[in-house]
């Protein structure tokens, strides 16, 4: 009798714990999705009635931040080739570390450390990295510059690019890797043939998520990137961005050009969006080359 009344206090036990964390996750879902939901609907609401075709066709004209006539082609752009030549660069160093540290280094101590070093550094804050890259500009002579605002984004990038491929590429199934070394294969062909091509929709994923790091980001390009009216037109001329766009047009006490803060920010919001979809719709093509 005693195992019988034991049992069933446990079974009571086991359910109300799997309903209490049940209703923990559904909870933590729906203040997710109601985040999102609230974030999007006050852009839309703000930014939706101030977005024109001239806001993003032309670049700022005098006395664009006191509600005069203008746009943020400039910005647009500005983002695009931060972002994009930051997270190009960040791919071509980071790939090989990946490769590195699950082919060569496996589960030596130093790849452990670096993995540590790696995790500490997603977490620094980007106004870190952008006071960093400009001490060293400073010591180097350079002016903010959208090359500056590169290498700063790209070292921004950097973490969230290896250890997202350092789990894809961990997730390749070993008989792969021995099958292909069976055929005589170096470790650098094995890399470059059978690894890079299993994981390509992950590296993908990689890619986006530090893309949208970098083009969402302002702190790190304040410093180093600069801002500017102007289309970038050089590697060593101050670039714009969406983000600093945002806030120099919050920062004004005009309603009008507030209200373009957020039109500028439903931009940026469409444009990783449209990414995100363009992914995950060649991420699906990709996959049909990976072996289950």
Do not use: C
Request: proline letters at 4%.
């Amino acid at each position: 009798m005693s195992k019988w009344t034991n049992g069933r206090r446990n079974r009571r036990t086991a359910k109300l714990e799997e309903s209490f964390f049940k209703t923990l996750m559904i909870g933590a879902t729906a203040i997710v999705l109601g985040s999102l939901i609230l974030i999007l609907a006050t852009v839309i609401w703000r930014g939706l009635p101030a977005l024109t075709l001239d806001m993003v066709t032309q670049t700022p004209k005098g006395g664009y931040y006191l509600g005069k006539e203008g746009g943020i082609l400039n910005a647009i752009v500005g983002s695009l080739y931060l972002a994009g030549g930051a997270t190009a660069l960040a791919l071509v160093i980071s790939l090989p570390i990946a490769l590195y540290l699950q082919l060569y280094a496996a589960r030596s101590r130093r790849a452990e450390l670096t993995r540590l070093a790696l995790d500490v550094l997603w977490g620094v804050p980007s106004i870190v990295y952008g006071a960093f890259g400009f001490i060293i500009m400073l010591w180097l002579g350079m002016r903010a510059s959208l090359l500056g605002g590169i290498i700063v984004l790209a070292l921004l990038e950097l973490p969230i690019l290896i250890r997202g491929m350092d789990e894809a590429i961990a997730m390749v199934p070993s008989a792969l890797k021995e099958a292909s070394a069976s055929l005589g294969a170096t470790r650098l062909e094995t890399a470059l043939k059978v690894v890079v091509r299993q994981t390509g929709p992950a590296l993908l994923t990689a890619g986006l998520l530090a893309f949208g790091r970098g083009i969402g980001d302002a702190a790190s390009v304040l410093f180093t990137a600069g801002y500017t009216d102007r289309l970038p037109d050089s590697l060593l001329g101050p670039a714009a961005s969406l983000p600093l766009a945002v806030f120099f047009q919050l920062g004004t006490p005009f309603p009008a050009v507030q209200d373009r803060a957020y039109a500028s920010a439903l931009v940026l919001t469409v444009m990783v969006l449209g990414l995100s979809l363009s992914a995950r719709w060649l991420a699906r093509r990709l996959d049909k080359h990976v072996i289950r």
